[in-house]
């Protein structure tokens, strides 16, 4: 029972450390460094948090989409994300926000079947024809995108909005998060 114990533990761990490994030349903090990408793709959140107020990592991904654009190292946005109910468009929030910042219409795309990480980047590549954009998410975040995204043959990078301090909760989601990403993309190719 502990050598099953140990081998899960062992694996959870190596899905993790592995899949910041992955990415960690393609994962940029800073404006200056990044290279230029046509596109910016951000990942999904809801705007509010569940008991109310304003989520801060939409805030901060649609913060970091807009220094992109301003500092033109992305010429267009997709905002990808989850509609799947009457009430709830995560697009169309992050949408109104970029505009609010002063982003033209024009230069911001909705993709409205963004239901997860995996599907928001294969709708990049089989939707837009990008073979080569810049991922908006947290760091996290970006780490597990920049990862689907190398296994699906793309060349992708990845801009780090601010992070909340340590959050139990999204962390430990995010260990159950990649260890779907390596399934996902197993499950792809084979």
Request: hydrophobic letters at 45%; glycine letters at 6%; a positive charge.
């Amino acid at each position: 029972m502990r050598r099953i114990f140990f081998l899960i533990i062992s694996f959870i761990v190596f899905c993790y450390i592995g899949i910041s490994f992955w990415s960690i030349r393609k994962n940029y903090d800073s404006i200056n460094c990044i290279p230029y990408n046509t596109f910016g793709v951000v990942l999904g959140t809801s705007k509010y948090l569940h008991g109310g107020g304003i989520n801060a990592y939409f805030k901060y991904r649609i913060d970091a989409a807009y220094l992109l654009f301003c500092h033109k190292k992305v010429r267009y946005i997709i905002v990808s994300g989850d509609n799947r109910e009457k009430n709830y468009n995560e697009p169309k929030m992050m949408k109104k926000e970029l505009i609010k910042k002063g982003i033209p219409s024009h230069f911001i795309y909705e993709d409205f079947y963004g239901i997860s990480t995996l599907y928001s980047i294969l709708r990049v590549h089989k939707v837009f024809h990008q073979k080569k954009f810049t991922i908006i998410s947290q760091k996290f975040h970006n780490e597990r995108a920049i990862f689907i995204g190398n296994f699906l043959g793309l060349d992708v990078v990845g801009f780090n909005a601010k992070n909340l301090t340590f959050d139990k909760k999204i962390q430990l989601r995010e260990v159950f998060a990649r260890i779907k990403a390596l399934w996902d993309v197993f499950c792809f190719f084979y």
